[in-house]
């Protein structure tokens, strides 16, 4: 393993994971289509690339950590993507919340180069991602997975392997369906003790010490919802692709998740209000306007 570490995708995530390597003494190089996402990169100290060859040339551990599924699939298999530039026995490890077919698909590509792919999302933010305290989630070969878990470490507090490639997008698209719906039902809990008289704040502190707890009450409510300050830097668009991954990957099981079907329809309700930009936390606001716009 070499100390030079690619990053692709430069946004909330990659530009923090990034700074957080630097910090901890790797050279980091980096890429992303918009200029001021580099610009912000370089500001951090990470070298930015303006082609993926430099980066290739130098790193055979290369972080992804782009929007969606689809950028996953142009970035390394289009026509100017990783697979004609990237260097044998690089690893790739790929944290963007994406599609476990695609994750399986391009690490089969990658394979006959005798190139490793592990699909890795992550939970913490981009504050998770600032300190290096990131939960990750990683599917794909053990012997992938030990060979950079100097770099995991360097980025995450919590690691889980939980399978072959794949089951780290399946992990966390059961985490942030999970997270989608106990936004809605905190809001739904707290709108009901106010409407019945009590302080919203006050119930929020008791749901928080009892069981109904959860990351919605414990860490979203009070840090971005309740103050307003709907600055968590995960948007609203993200998180509705998240919710489809969910929706998606249940129809294609034949299961039958009402709950999850119920919170599916609520997020995708919600673009008739909220933009694709606004904070994914805003999705409080569909529940009660007044309590948390
Ligand atoms: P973001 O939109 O802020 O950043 C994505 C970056 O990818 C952008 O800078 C964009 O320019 C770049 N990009 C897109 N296509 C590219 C290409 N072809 N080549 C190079 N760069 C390209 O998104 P984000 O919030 O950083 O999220 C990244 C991933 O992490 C998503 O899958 C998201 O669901 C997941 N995630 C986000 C958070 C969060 O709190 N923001 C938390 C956990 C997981």
Not at 40 to 55: K, W, Y
Not at 176 to 191: G, P, Q
Request: hydrophobic fraction near 45%.
């Amino acid at each position: 393993m070499t100390n030079t570490i690619g990053v692709i995708g430069l946004g909330n995530m990659g530009r923090n994971m990034a700074a957080t390597l630097v910090k901890k003494s790797f050279t980091v190089i980096g890429f992303d289509l918009s200029e001021t996402a580099c610009k912000q990169a370089a500001e951090q100290g990470v070298i930015a690339a303006t082609h993926l060859s430099t980066l290739t040339e130098q790193c055979n551990i290369i972080i992804l950590s782009l929007p969606k599924a689809e950028h996953v699939e142009a970035v390394c298999l289009g026509d100017n993507g990783l697979i004609h530039v990237v260097s044998p026995r690089t690893t790739i490890i790929d944290t963007t919340t994406s599609v476990p077919e695609t994750s399986r698909m391009v690490a089969a590509e990658f394979s006959k180069q005798n190139i490793a792919f592990l699909d890795a999302p992550v939970s913490g933010g981009p504050a998770g991602a600032a300190t290096g305290t990131m939960s990750m989630v990683i599917g794909g070969e053990m012997e992938a997975y030990k060979q950079v878990l100097p770099v995991l470490e360097a980025m995450s507090s919590v690691r889980v392997h939980v399978g072959d490639v794949g089951a780290g997008n399946i992990a966390k698209i059961a985490n942030n369906m999970l997270a989608a719906a106990h936004l809605i039902t905190t809001a739904e809990a707290l709108t009901l003790a106010e409407k019945a008289g009590v302080d919203p704040e006050k119930v929020l502190e008791a749901i928080n010490a009892g069981s109904g707890r959860s990351g919605a009450s414990q860490a979203m409510f009070p840090t971005w919802v309740m103050t307003k300050a709907y600055d968590s830097g995960f948007t609203m668009g993200l998180m509705r692709k998240d919710v489809g991954l969910a929706k998606t990957l249940a129809q294609s099981l034949n299961l039958t998740l009402p709950m999850a079907m119920q919170t599916a329809a609520l997020w995708e309700d919600s673009a008739q209000k909220l933009a694709d930009s606004d904070d994914f936390c805003c999705i409080a606001q569909c529940t009660n306007p007044l309590l948390f716009g």
